[in-house]
T-cell receptor, first 110, second 113 residues
Framework: ELKVEQNPLFLSMQEGKNYTIYCNYS?????LYWYRQDPGKSLESLFV?????AVKQEGRLMASLDTKARLSTLHITAAVHDLSATYFC??????????FGQGTRLTINP | KAGVTQTPRYLIKTRGQQVTLSCSPI?????VSWYQQTPGQGLQFLFE???????NKGNFPGRFSGRQFSNSRSEMNVSTLELGDSALYLC????????????FGPGTRLLVL
């Protein structure tokens, strides 16, 4: 059974700081997704990582994938308050079935 | 282009009742997936439909069912509701079986009393 684990689950940080969210998964997969969810809202797609070594960046967020280590990271650079949200990674088990991590609730304080 | 829409947005039911939720995918998308989100269990896959056929199903009891119509719109039904069915139900659509991003709708928040 595929398991996807994120850490940390809760992260409180100050504006301007850098930090990394980790996503480990238990079985081989070449496809990993990152989503953002604001309170009471739906999921917003951030990144799709489709191969080993893939790196994608959008603004202050950068995601990478190491399929050999079964690890993805979401790096936040010079955090701003608007990035406060819950971040989920998800691994594709085929036929559009995603297995999600528990989510990382990120709070960025001024 | 309009996004994924779900109706209703909020629903209150009592135990033992049944409920039907609706999802309209992004125009041209043929794959529709359903997920349940609860504080305790997180996001869990329910099922996925493509071209009116269920291709994949998660580990949920038979009380949870769904279908997809020829216009790709999808419905899910939960019969004999239990308190534990209270959740946010999310629908996601994508073009096809090709690996790609799923686009999520706003969700239907179901409360079972």
């Amino acid at each position: 059974e595929l398991k996807v684990e994120q850490n940390p689950l809760f992260l409180s940080m100050q504006e301007g700081k850098n930090y990394t969210i980790y996503c480990n998964y238990s079985t081989t997969s070449d496809r990993l997704y990152w989503y953002r969810q604001d309170p009471g809202k739906s999921l917003e797609s951030l990144f799709v990582l489709l191969s080993n070594g893939a790196v994608k960046q959008e603004g202050r967020l950068m995601a990478s994938l190491d399929t050999k280590a079964r690890l993805s990271t979401l790096h936040i650079t010079a955090a701003v308050h608007d990035l406060s949200a819950t971040y989920f990674c998800a691994v594709d088990r085929g036929a559009q079935k995603l297995v999600f991590g528990q989510g990382t609730r990120l709070t960025i304080n001024p | 282009k309009a996004g994924v829409t779900q109706t209703p947005r909020y629903l209150i039911k009592t135990r033992g009742q049944q409920v039907t939720l609706s999802c309209s995918p992004i125009s041209g998308h043929r794959s529709v997936s359903w997920y349940q989100q609860t504080p305790g269990q997180g996001l869990q896959f329910l099922f996925e439909y493509f071209s009116e056929t269920q291709r994949n199903k998660g580990n949920f009891p038979g009380r949870f069912s769904g279908r997809q119509f020829s216009n790709s719109r999808s419905e899910m039904n939960v019969s004999t509701l239990e308190l534990g069915d209270s959740a946010l139900y999310l629908c996601a659509s994508s073009w096809s079986t090709v690996v790609e991003t799923q686009y999520f709708g706003p969700g239907t928040r179901l409360l079972v009393l």
